[in-house]
T-cell receptor
Framework: GAGVSQSPSNKVTEKGKDVELRCDPI?????LYWYRQSLGQGLEFLIY????????KSGLPSDRFSAERTGGSVSTLTIQRTQQEDSAVYLC?????????????FGNGTRLTVT | AQSVAQPEDQVNVAEGNPLTVKCTYS??????LFWYVQYPNRGLQFLLK??????LVKGSYGFEAEFNKSQTSFHLKKPSALVSDSALYFC????????????FGAGTRLTVKP
């Protein structure tokens, strides 16, 4: 079946512009995560959605970052007034249940370059 | 909060030799532990997990990992490495009491040479 789909795969933007990154999770998966992977670094947790519950936004690095998940499915991560330090690969993941033993299924990521 | 350490940035092994990628964790309660692999320009793929039961867990592509509670470790192993195993490997931990928070290590780049 289809996996987690992210678009675009690559995005180059000028400093100060806004960008939107899209994630389409596996159908039926109730949990959705956004992570950021900078060059040579591990994964940095950004935000977590679970069903209709309020999202866990504790990982968002600044108020320029926001995310929404419409209808419990597709999610959009928005970065306003991009800065060069925002350049990274943004990974989306989904999982099927709320159980902590459920593995995450990752998309291929969006590589964001801010010039 | 939980954390993961992968002490080696890079591991090099010869094809056919056994490989070990190290991981230690810190969590206040009992952990769920995971290994993921990332091939170039791809997302992370799930390899295996420890939930409960046997300390030796077997996963995809012939990989296995051993949970050692006293040493708070979860090292990834394979008896005979393949060139195609060359990739970036991530260890991750979740506190059983907090479903939201999965913490990843910084990753270890495995290179298997022919």
């Amino acid at each position: 079946g289809a996996g987690v789909s992210q678009s675009p795969s690559n995005k180059v933007t000028e400093k100060g512009k806004d960008v939107e990154l899209r994630c389409d999770p596996i159908s039926g998966h109730t949990a959705l995560y956004w992570y950021r992977q900078s060059l040579g670094q591990g994964l940095e947790f950004l935000i977590y959605f679970q069903g209709n519950s309020a999202p866990d936004k504790s990982g968002l690095p600044s108020d320029r970052f926001s995310a929404e998940r419409t209808g419990g499915s597709v999610s959009t991560l928005t970065i306003q007034r991009t800065q060069q330090e925002d350049s990274a690969v943004y990974l989306c993941a989904s999982s099927s249940t709320t159980g902590a033993g459920s593995p995450l299924h990752f998309g291929n990521g969006t590589r964001l370059t801010v010039t | 909060a939980q954390s993961v350490a992968q002490p080696e940035d890079q591991v090099n092994v010869a094809e056919g030799n056994p490989l070990t990628v190290k991981c230690t964790y810190s969590v206040s309660g009992n952990p769920y532990l995971f290994w993921y692999v990332q091939y170039p320009n791809r997302g992370l793929q799930f390899l295996l997990k420890y939930i409960t039961g046997d300390n030796l867990v077997k996963g995809s592509y012939g990989f296995e990992a051993e949970f050692n509670k006293s040493q708070t470790s979860f090292h990834l192993k394979k008896p005979s490495a393949l060139v195609s195993d060359s990739a970036l490997y991530f260890c991750a931990v979740r506190d059983r009491r907090n479903n939201n928070d999965m913490r990843f290590g910084a990753g270890t780049r495995l290179t298997v040479k022919p």
